[in-house]
């Protein structure tokens, strides 16, 4: 098992999401610590885009305002290194293809390793071009986390049987952000996938109430929740870390 498997090892797992560098850098450091010591079991740290298709008005605000205070993705790794001196949860990077393109797919990879990231997650990877970069995270030891959403369909139990440290599952047609109600059928969904993999599956997109997040949990093995923390932080600014904490216990109180 992956180390992404010990997020879920003691029931549900909260899964809070950060832009790194929104506002800053110490500011998203501060907030991971702050979400850790309230209870997140795995941290999934989005990496700046210019052109971050899967995400709503929420997080491509957060996705400008890092990139605009010039936060690189060398830059990144080294506060990632710094991190790992004392937060232990598994980590993961959420990003896009073209930025590890443009890092150069083996030197970004390699450097995953290096700073103990333990996972990729890449929304505009089609499943069917994964290869790109399978062997490489294969070779390094870097989960490539597979994303299902309710399109996926007939090709559900395709992308279960080959998926590696945890499932993604898309709440939602659509992009990231707060939604008022969850309408798919993901109890059907969670059905194929239990019936493909022992893989470990959370859902994400649209959460950000207790409510929620339980509910999503009650049907999976976790909830990911990224707008409601980036609002609290484009709110907060640099003072933000002090209302995630309370926010992650919160929700991670729910699921328990």
């Known amino acids: 098992m992956s180390n992404i498997g010990k997020a879920f090892e ?5 899964i809070p999401f950060l832009t790194c560098g929104d506002p800053d850098l110490e500011t998203t450091a501060a907030a991971v610590r702050a979400a850790v010591q309230n209870g997140a079991d795995l941290v999934e740290l989005g990496i700046p885009f210019s052109d971050p298709t899967a995400e709503g008005p929420v997080i491509q605000g957060a996705n400008l305002r890092a990139l605009r205070g010039g936060v690189t993705t060398d830059r990144i790794f080294s506060f990632v290194r710094e991190l790992r001196q004392d937060v232990q949860v598994p980590m993961v990077f959420m990003t896009y293809a073209n930025v590890v393109f443009s890092y150069g797919a083996e030197r970004f990879i390699a450097a995953c390793r290096d700073v103990r990231i333990d996972g990729l997650i890449l929304p505009d990877l089609p499943f069917e071009e994964k290869e790109e970069f399978l062997p490489l995270c294969r070779q390094y030891g870097v989960d490539l986390i597979s994303l299902i959403a309710p399109t996926s369909e007939n090709r559900i139990a395709m992308i279960a049987k080959e998926a590696e440290g945890f499932i993604y599952l898309v709440s939602s047609l659509g992009v990231t952000g707060v939604r008022s109600e969850i309408r798919t059928d993901l109890a059907s969904i969670v059905r194929v996938i ?46 933000a870390p002090e209302y995630i904490g309370e926010y992650v216990k919160i929700m991670k109180s729910a699921l328990s």
């Open 10 to 14: 003691n029931g549900k797992a909260f």
């Open 194 to 239: 239990r019936e493909n993999t022992s893989v470990p599956c959370a859902i994400g997109f649209g959460i950000s109430t207790p409510e929620q997040a339980k509910k999503m949990a009650d049907l999976s093995d976790g909830a990911i929740v990224g707008s409601a923390i980036v609002k609290l932080l484009e709110k907060h600014g640099t003072d």
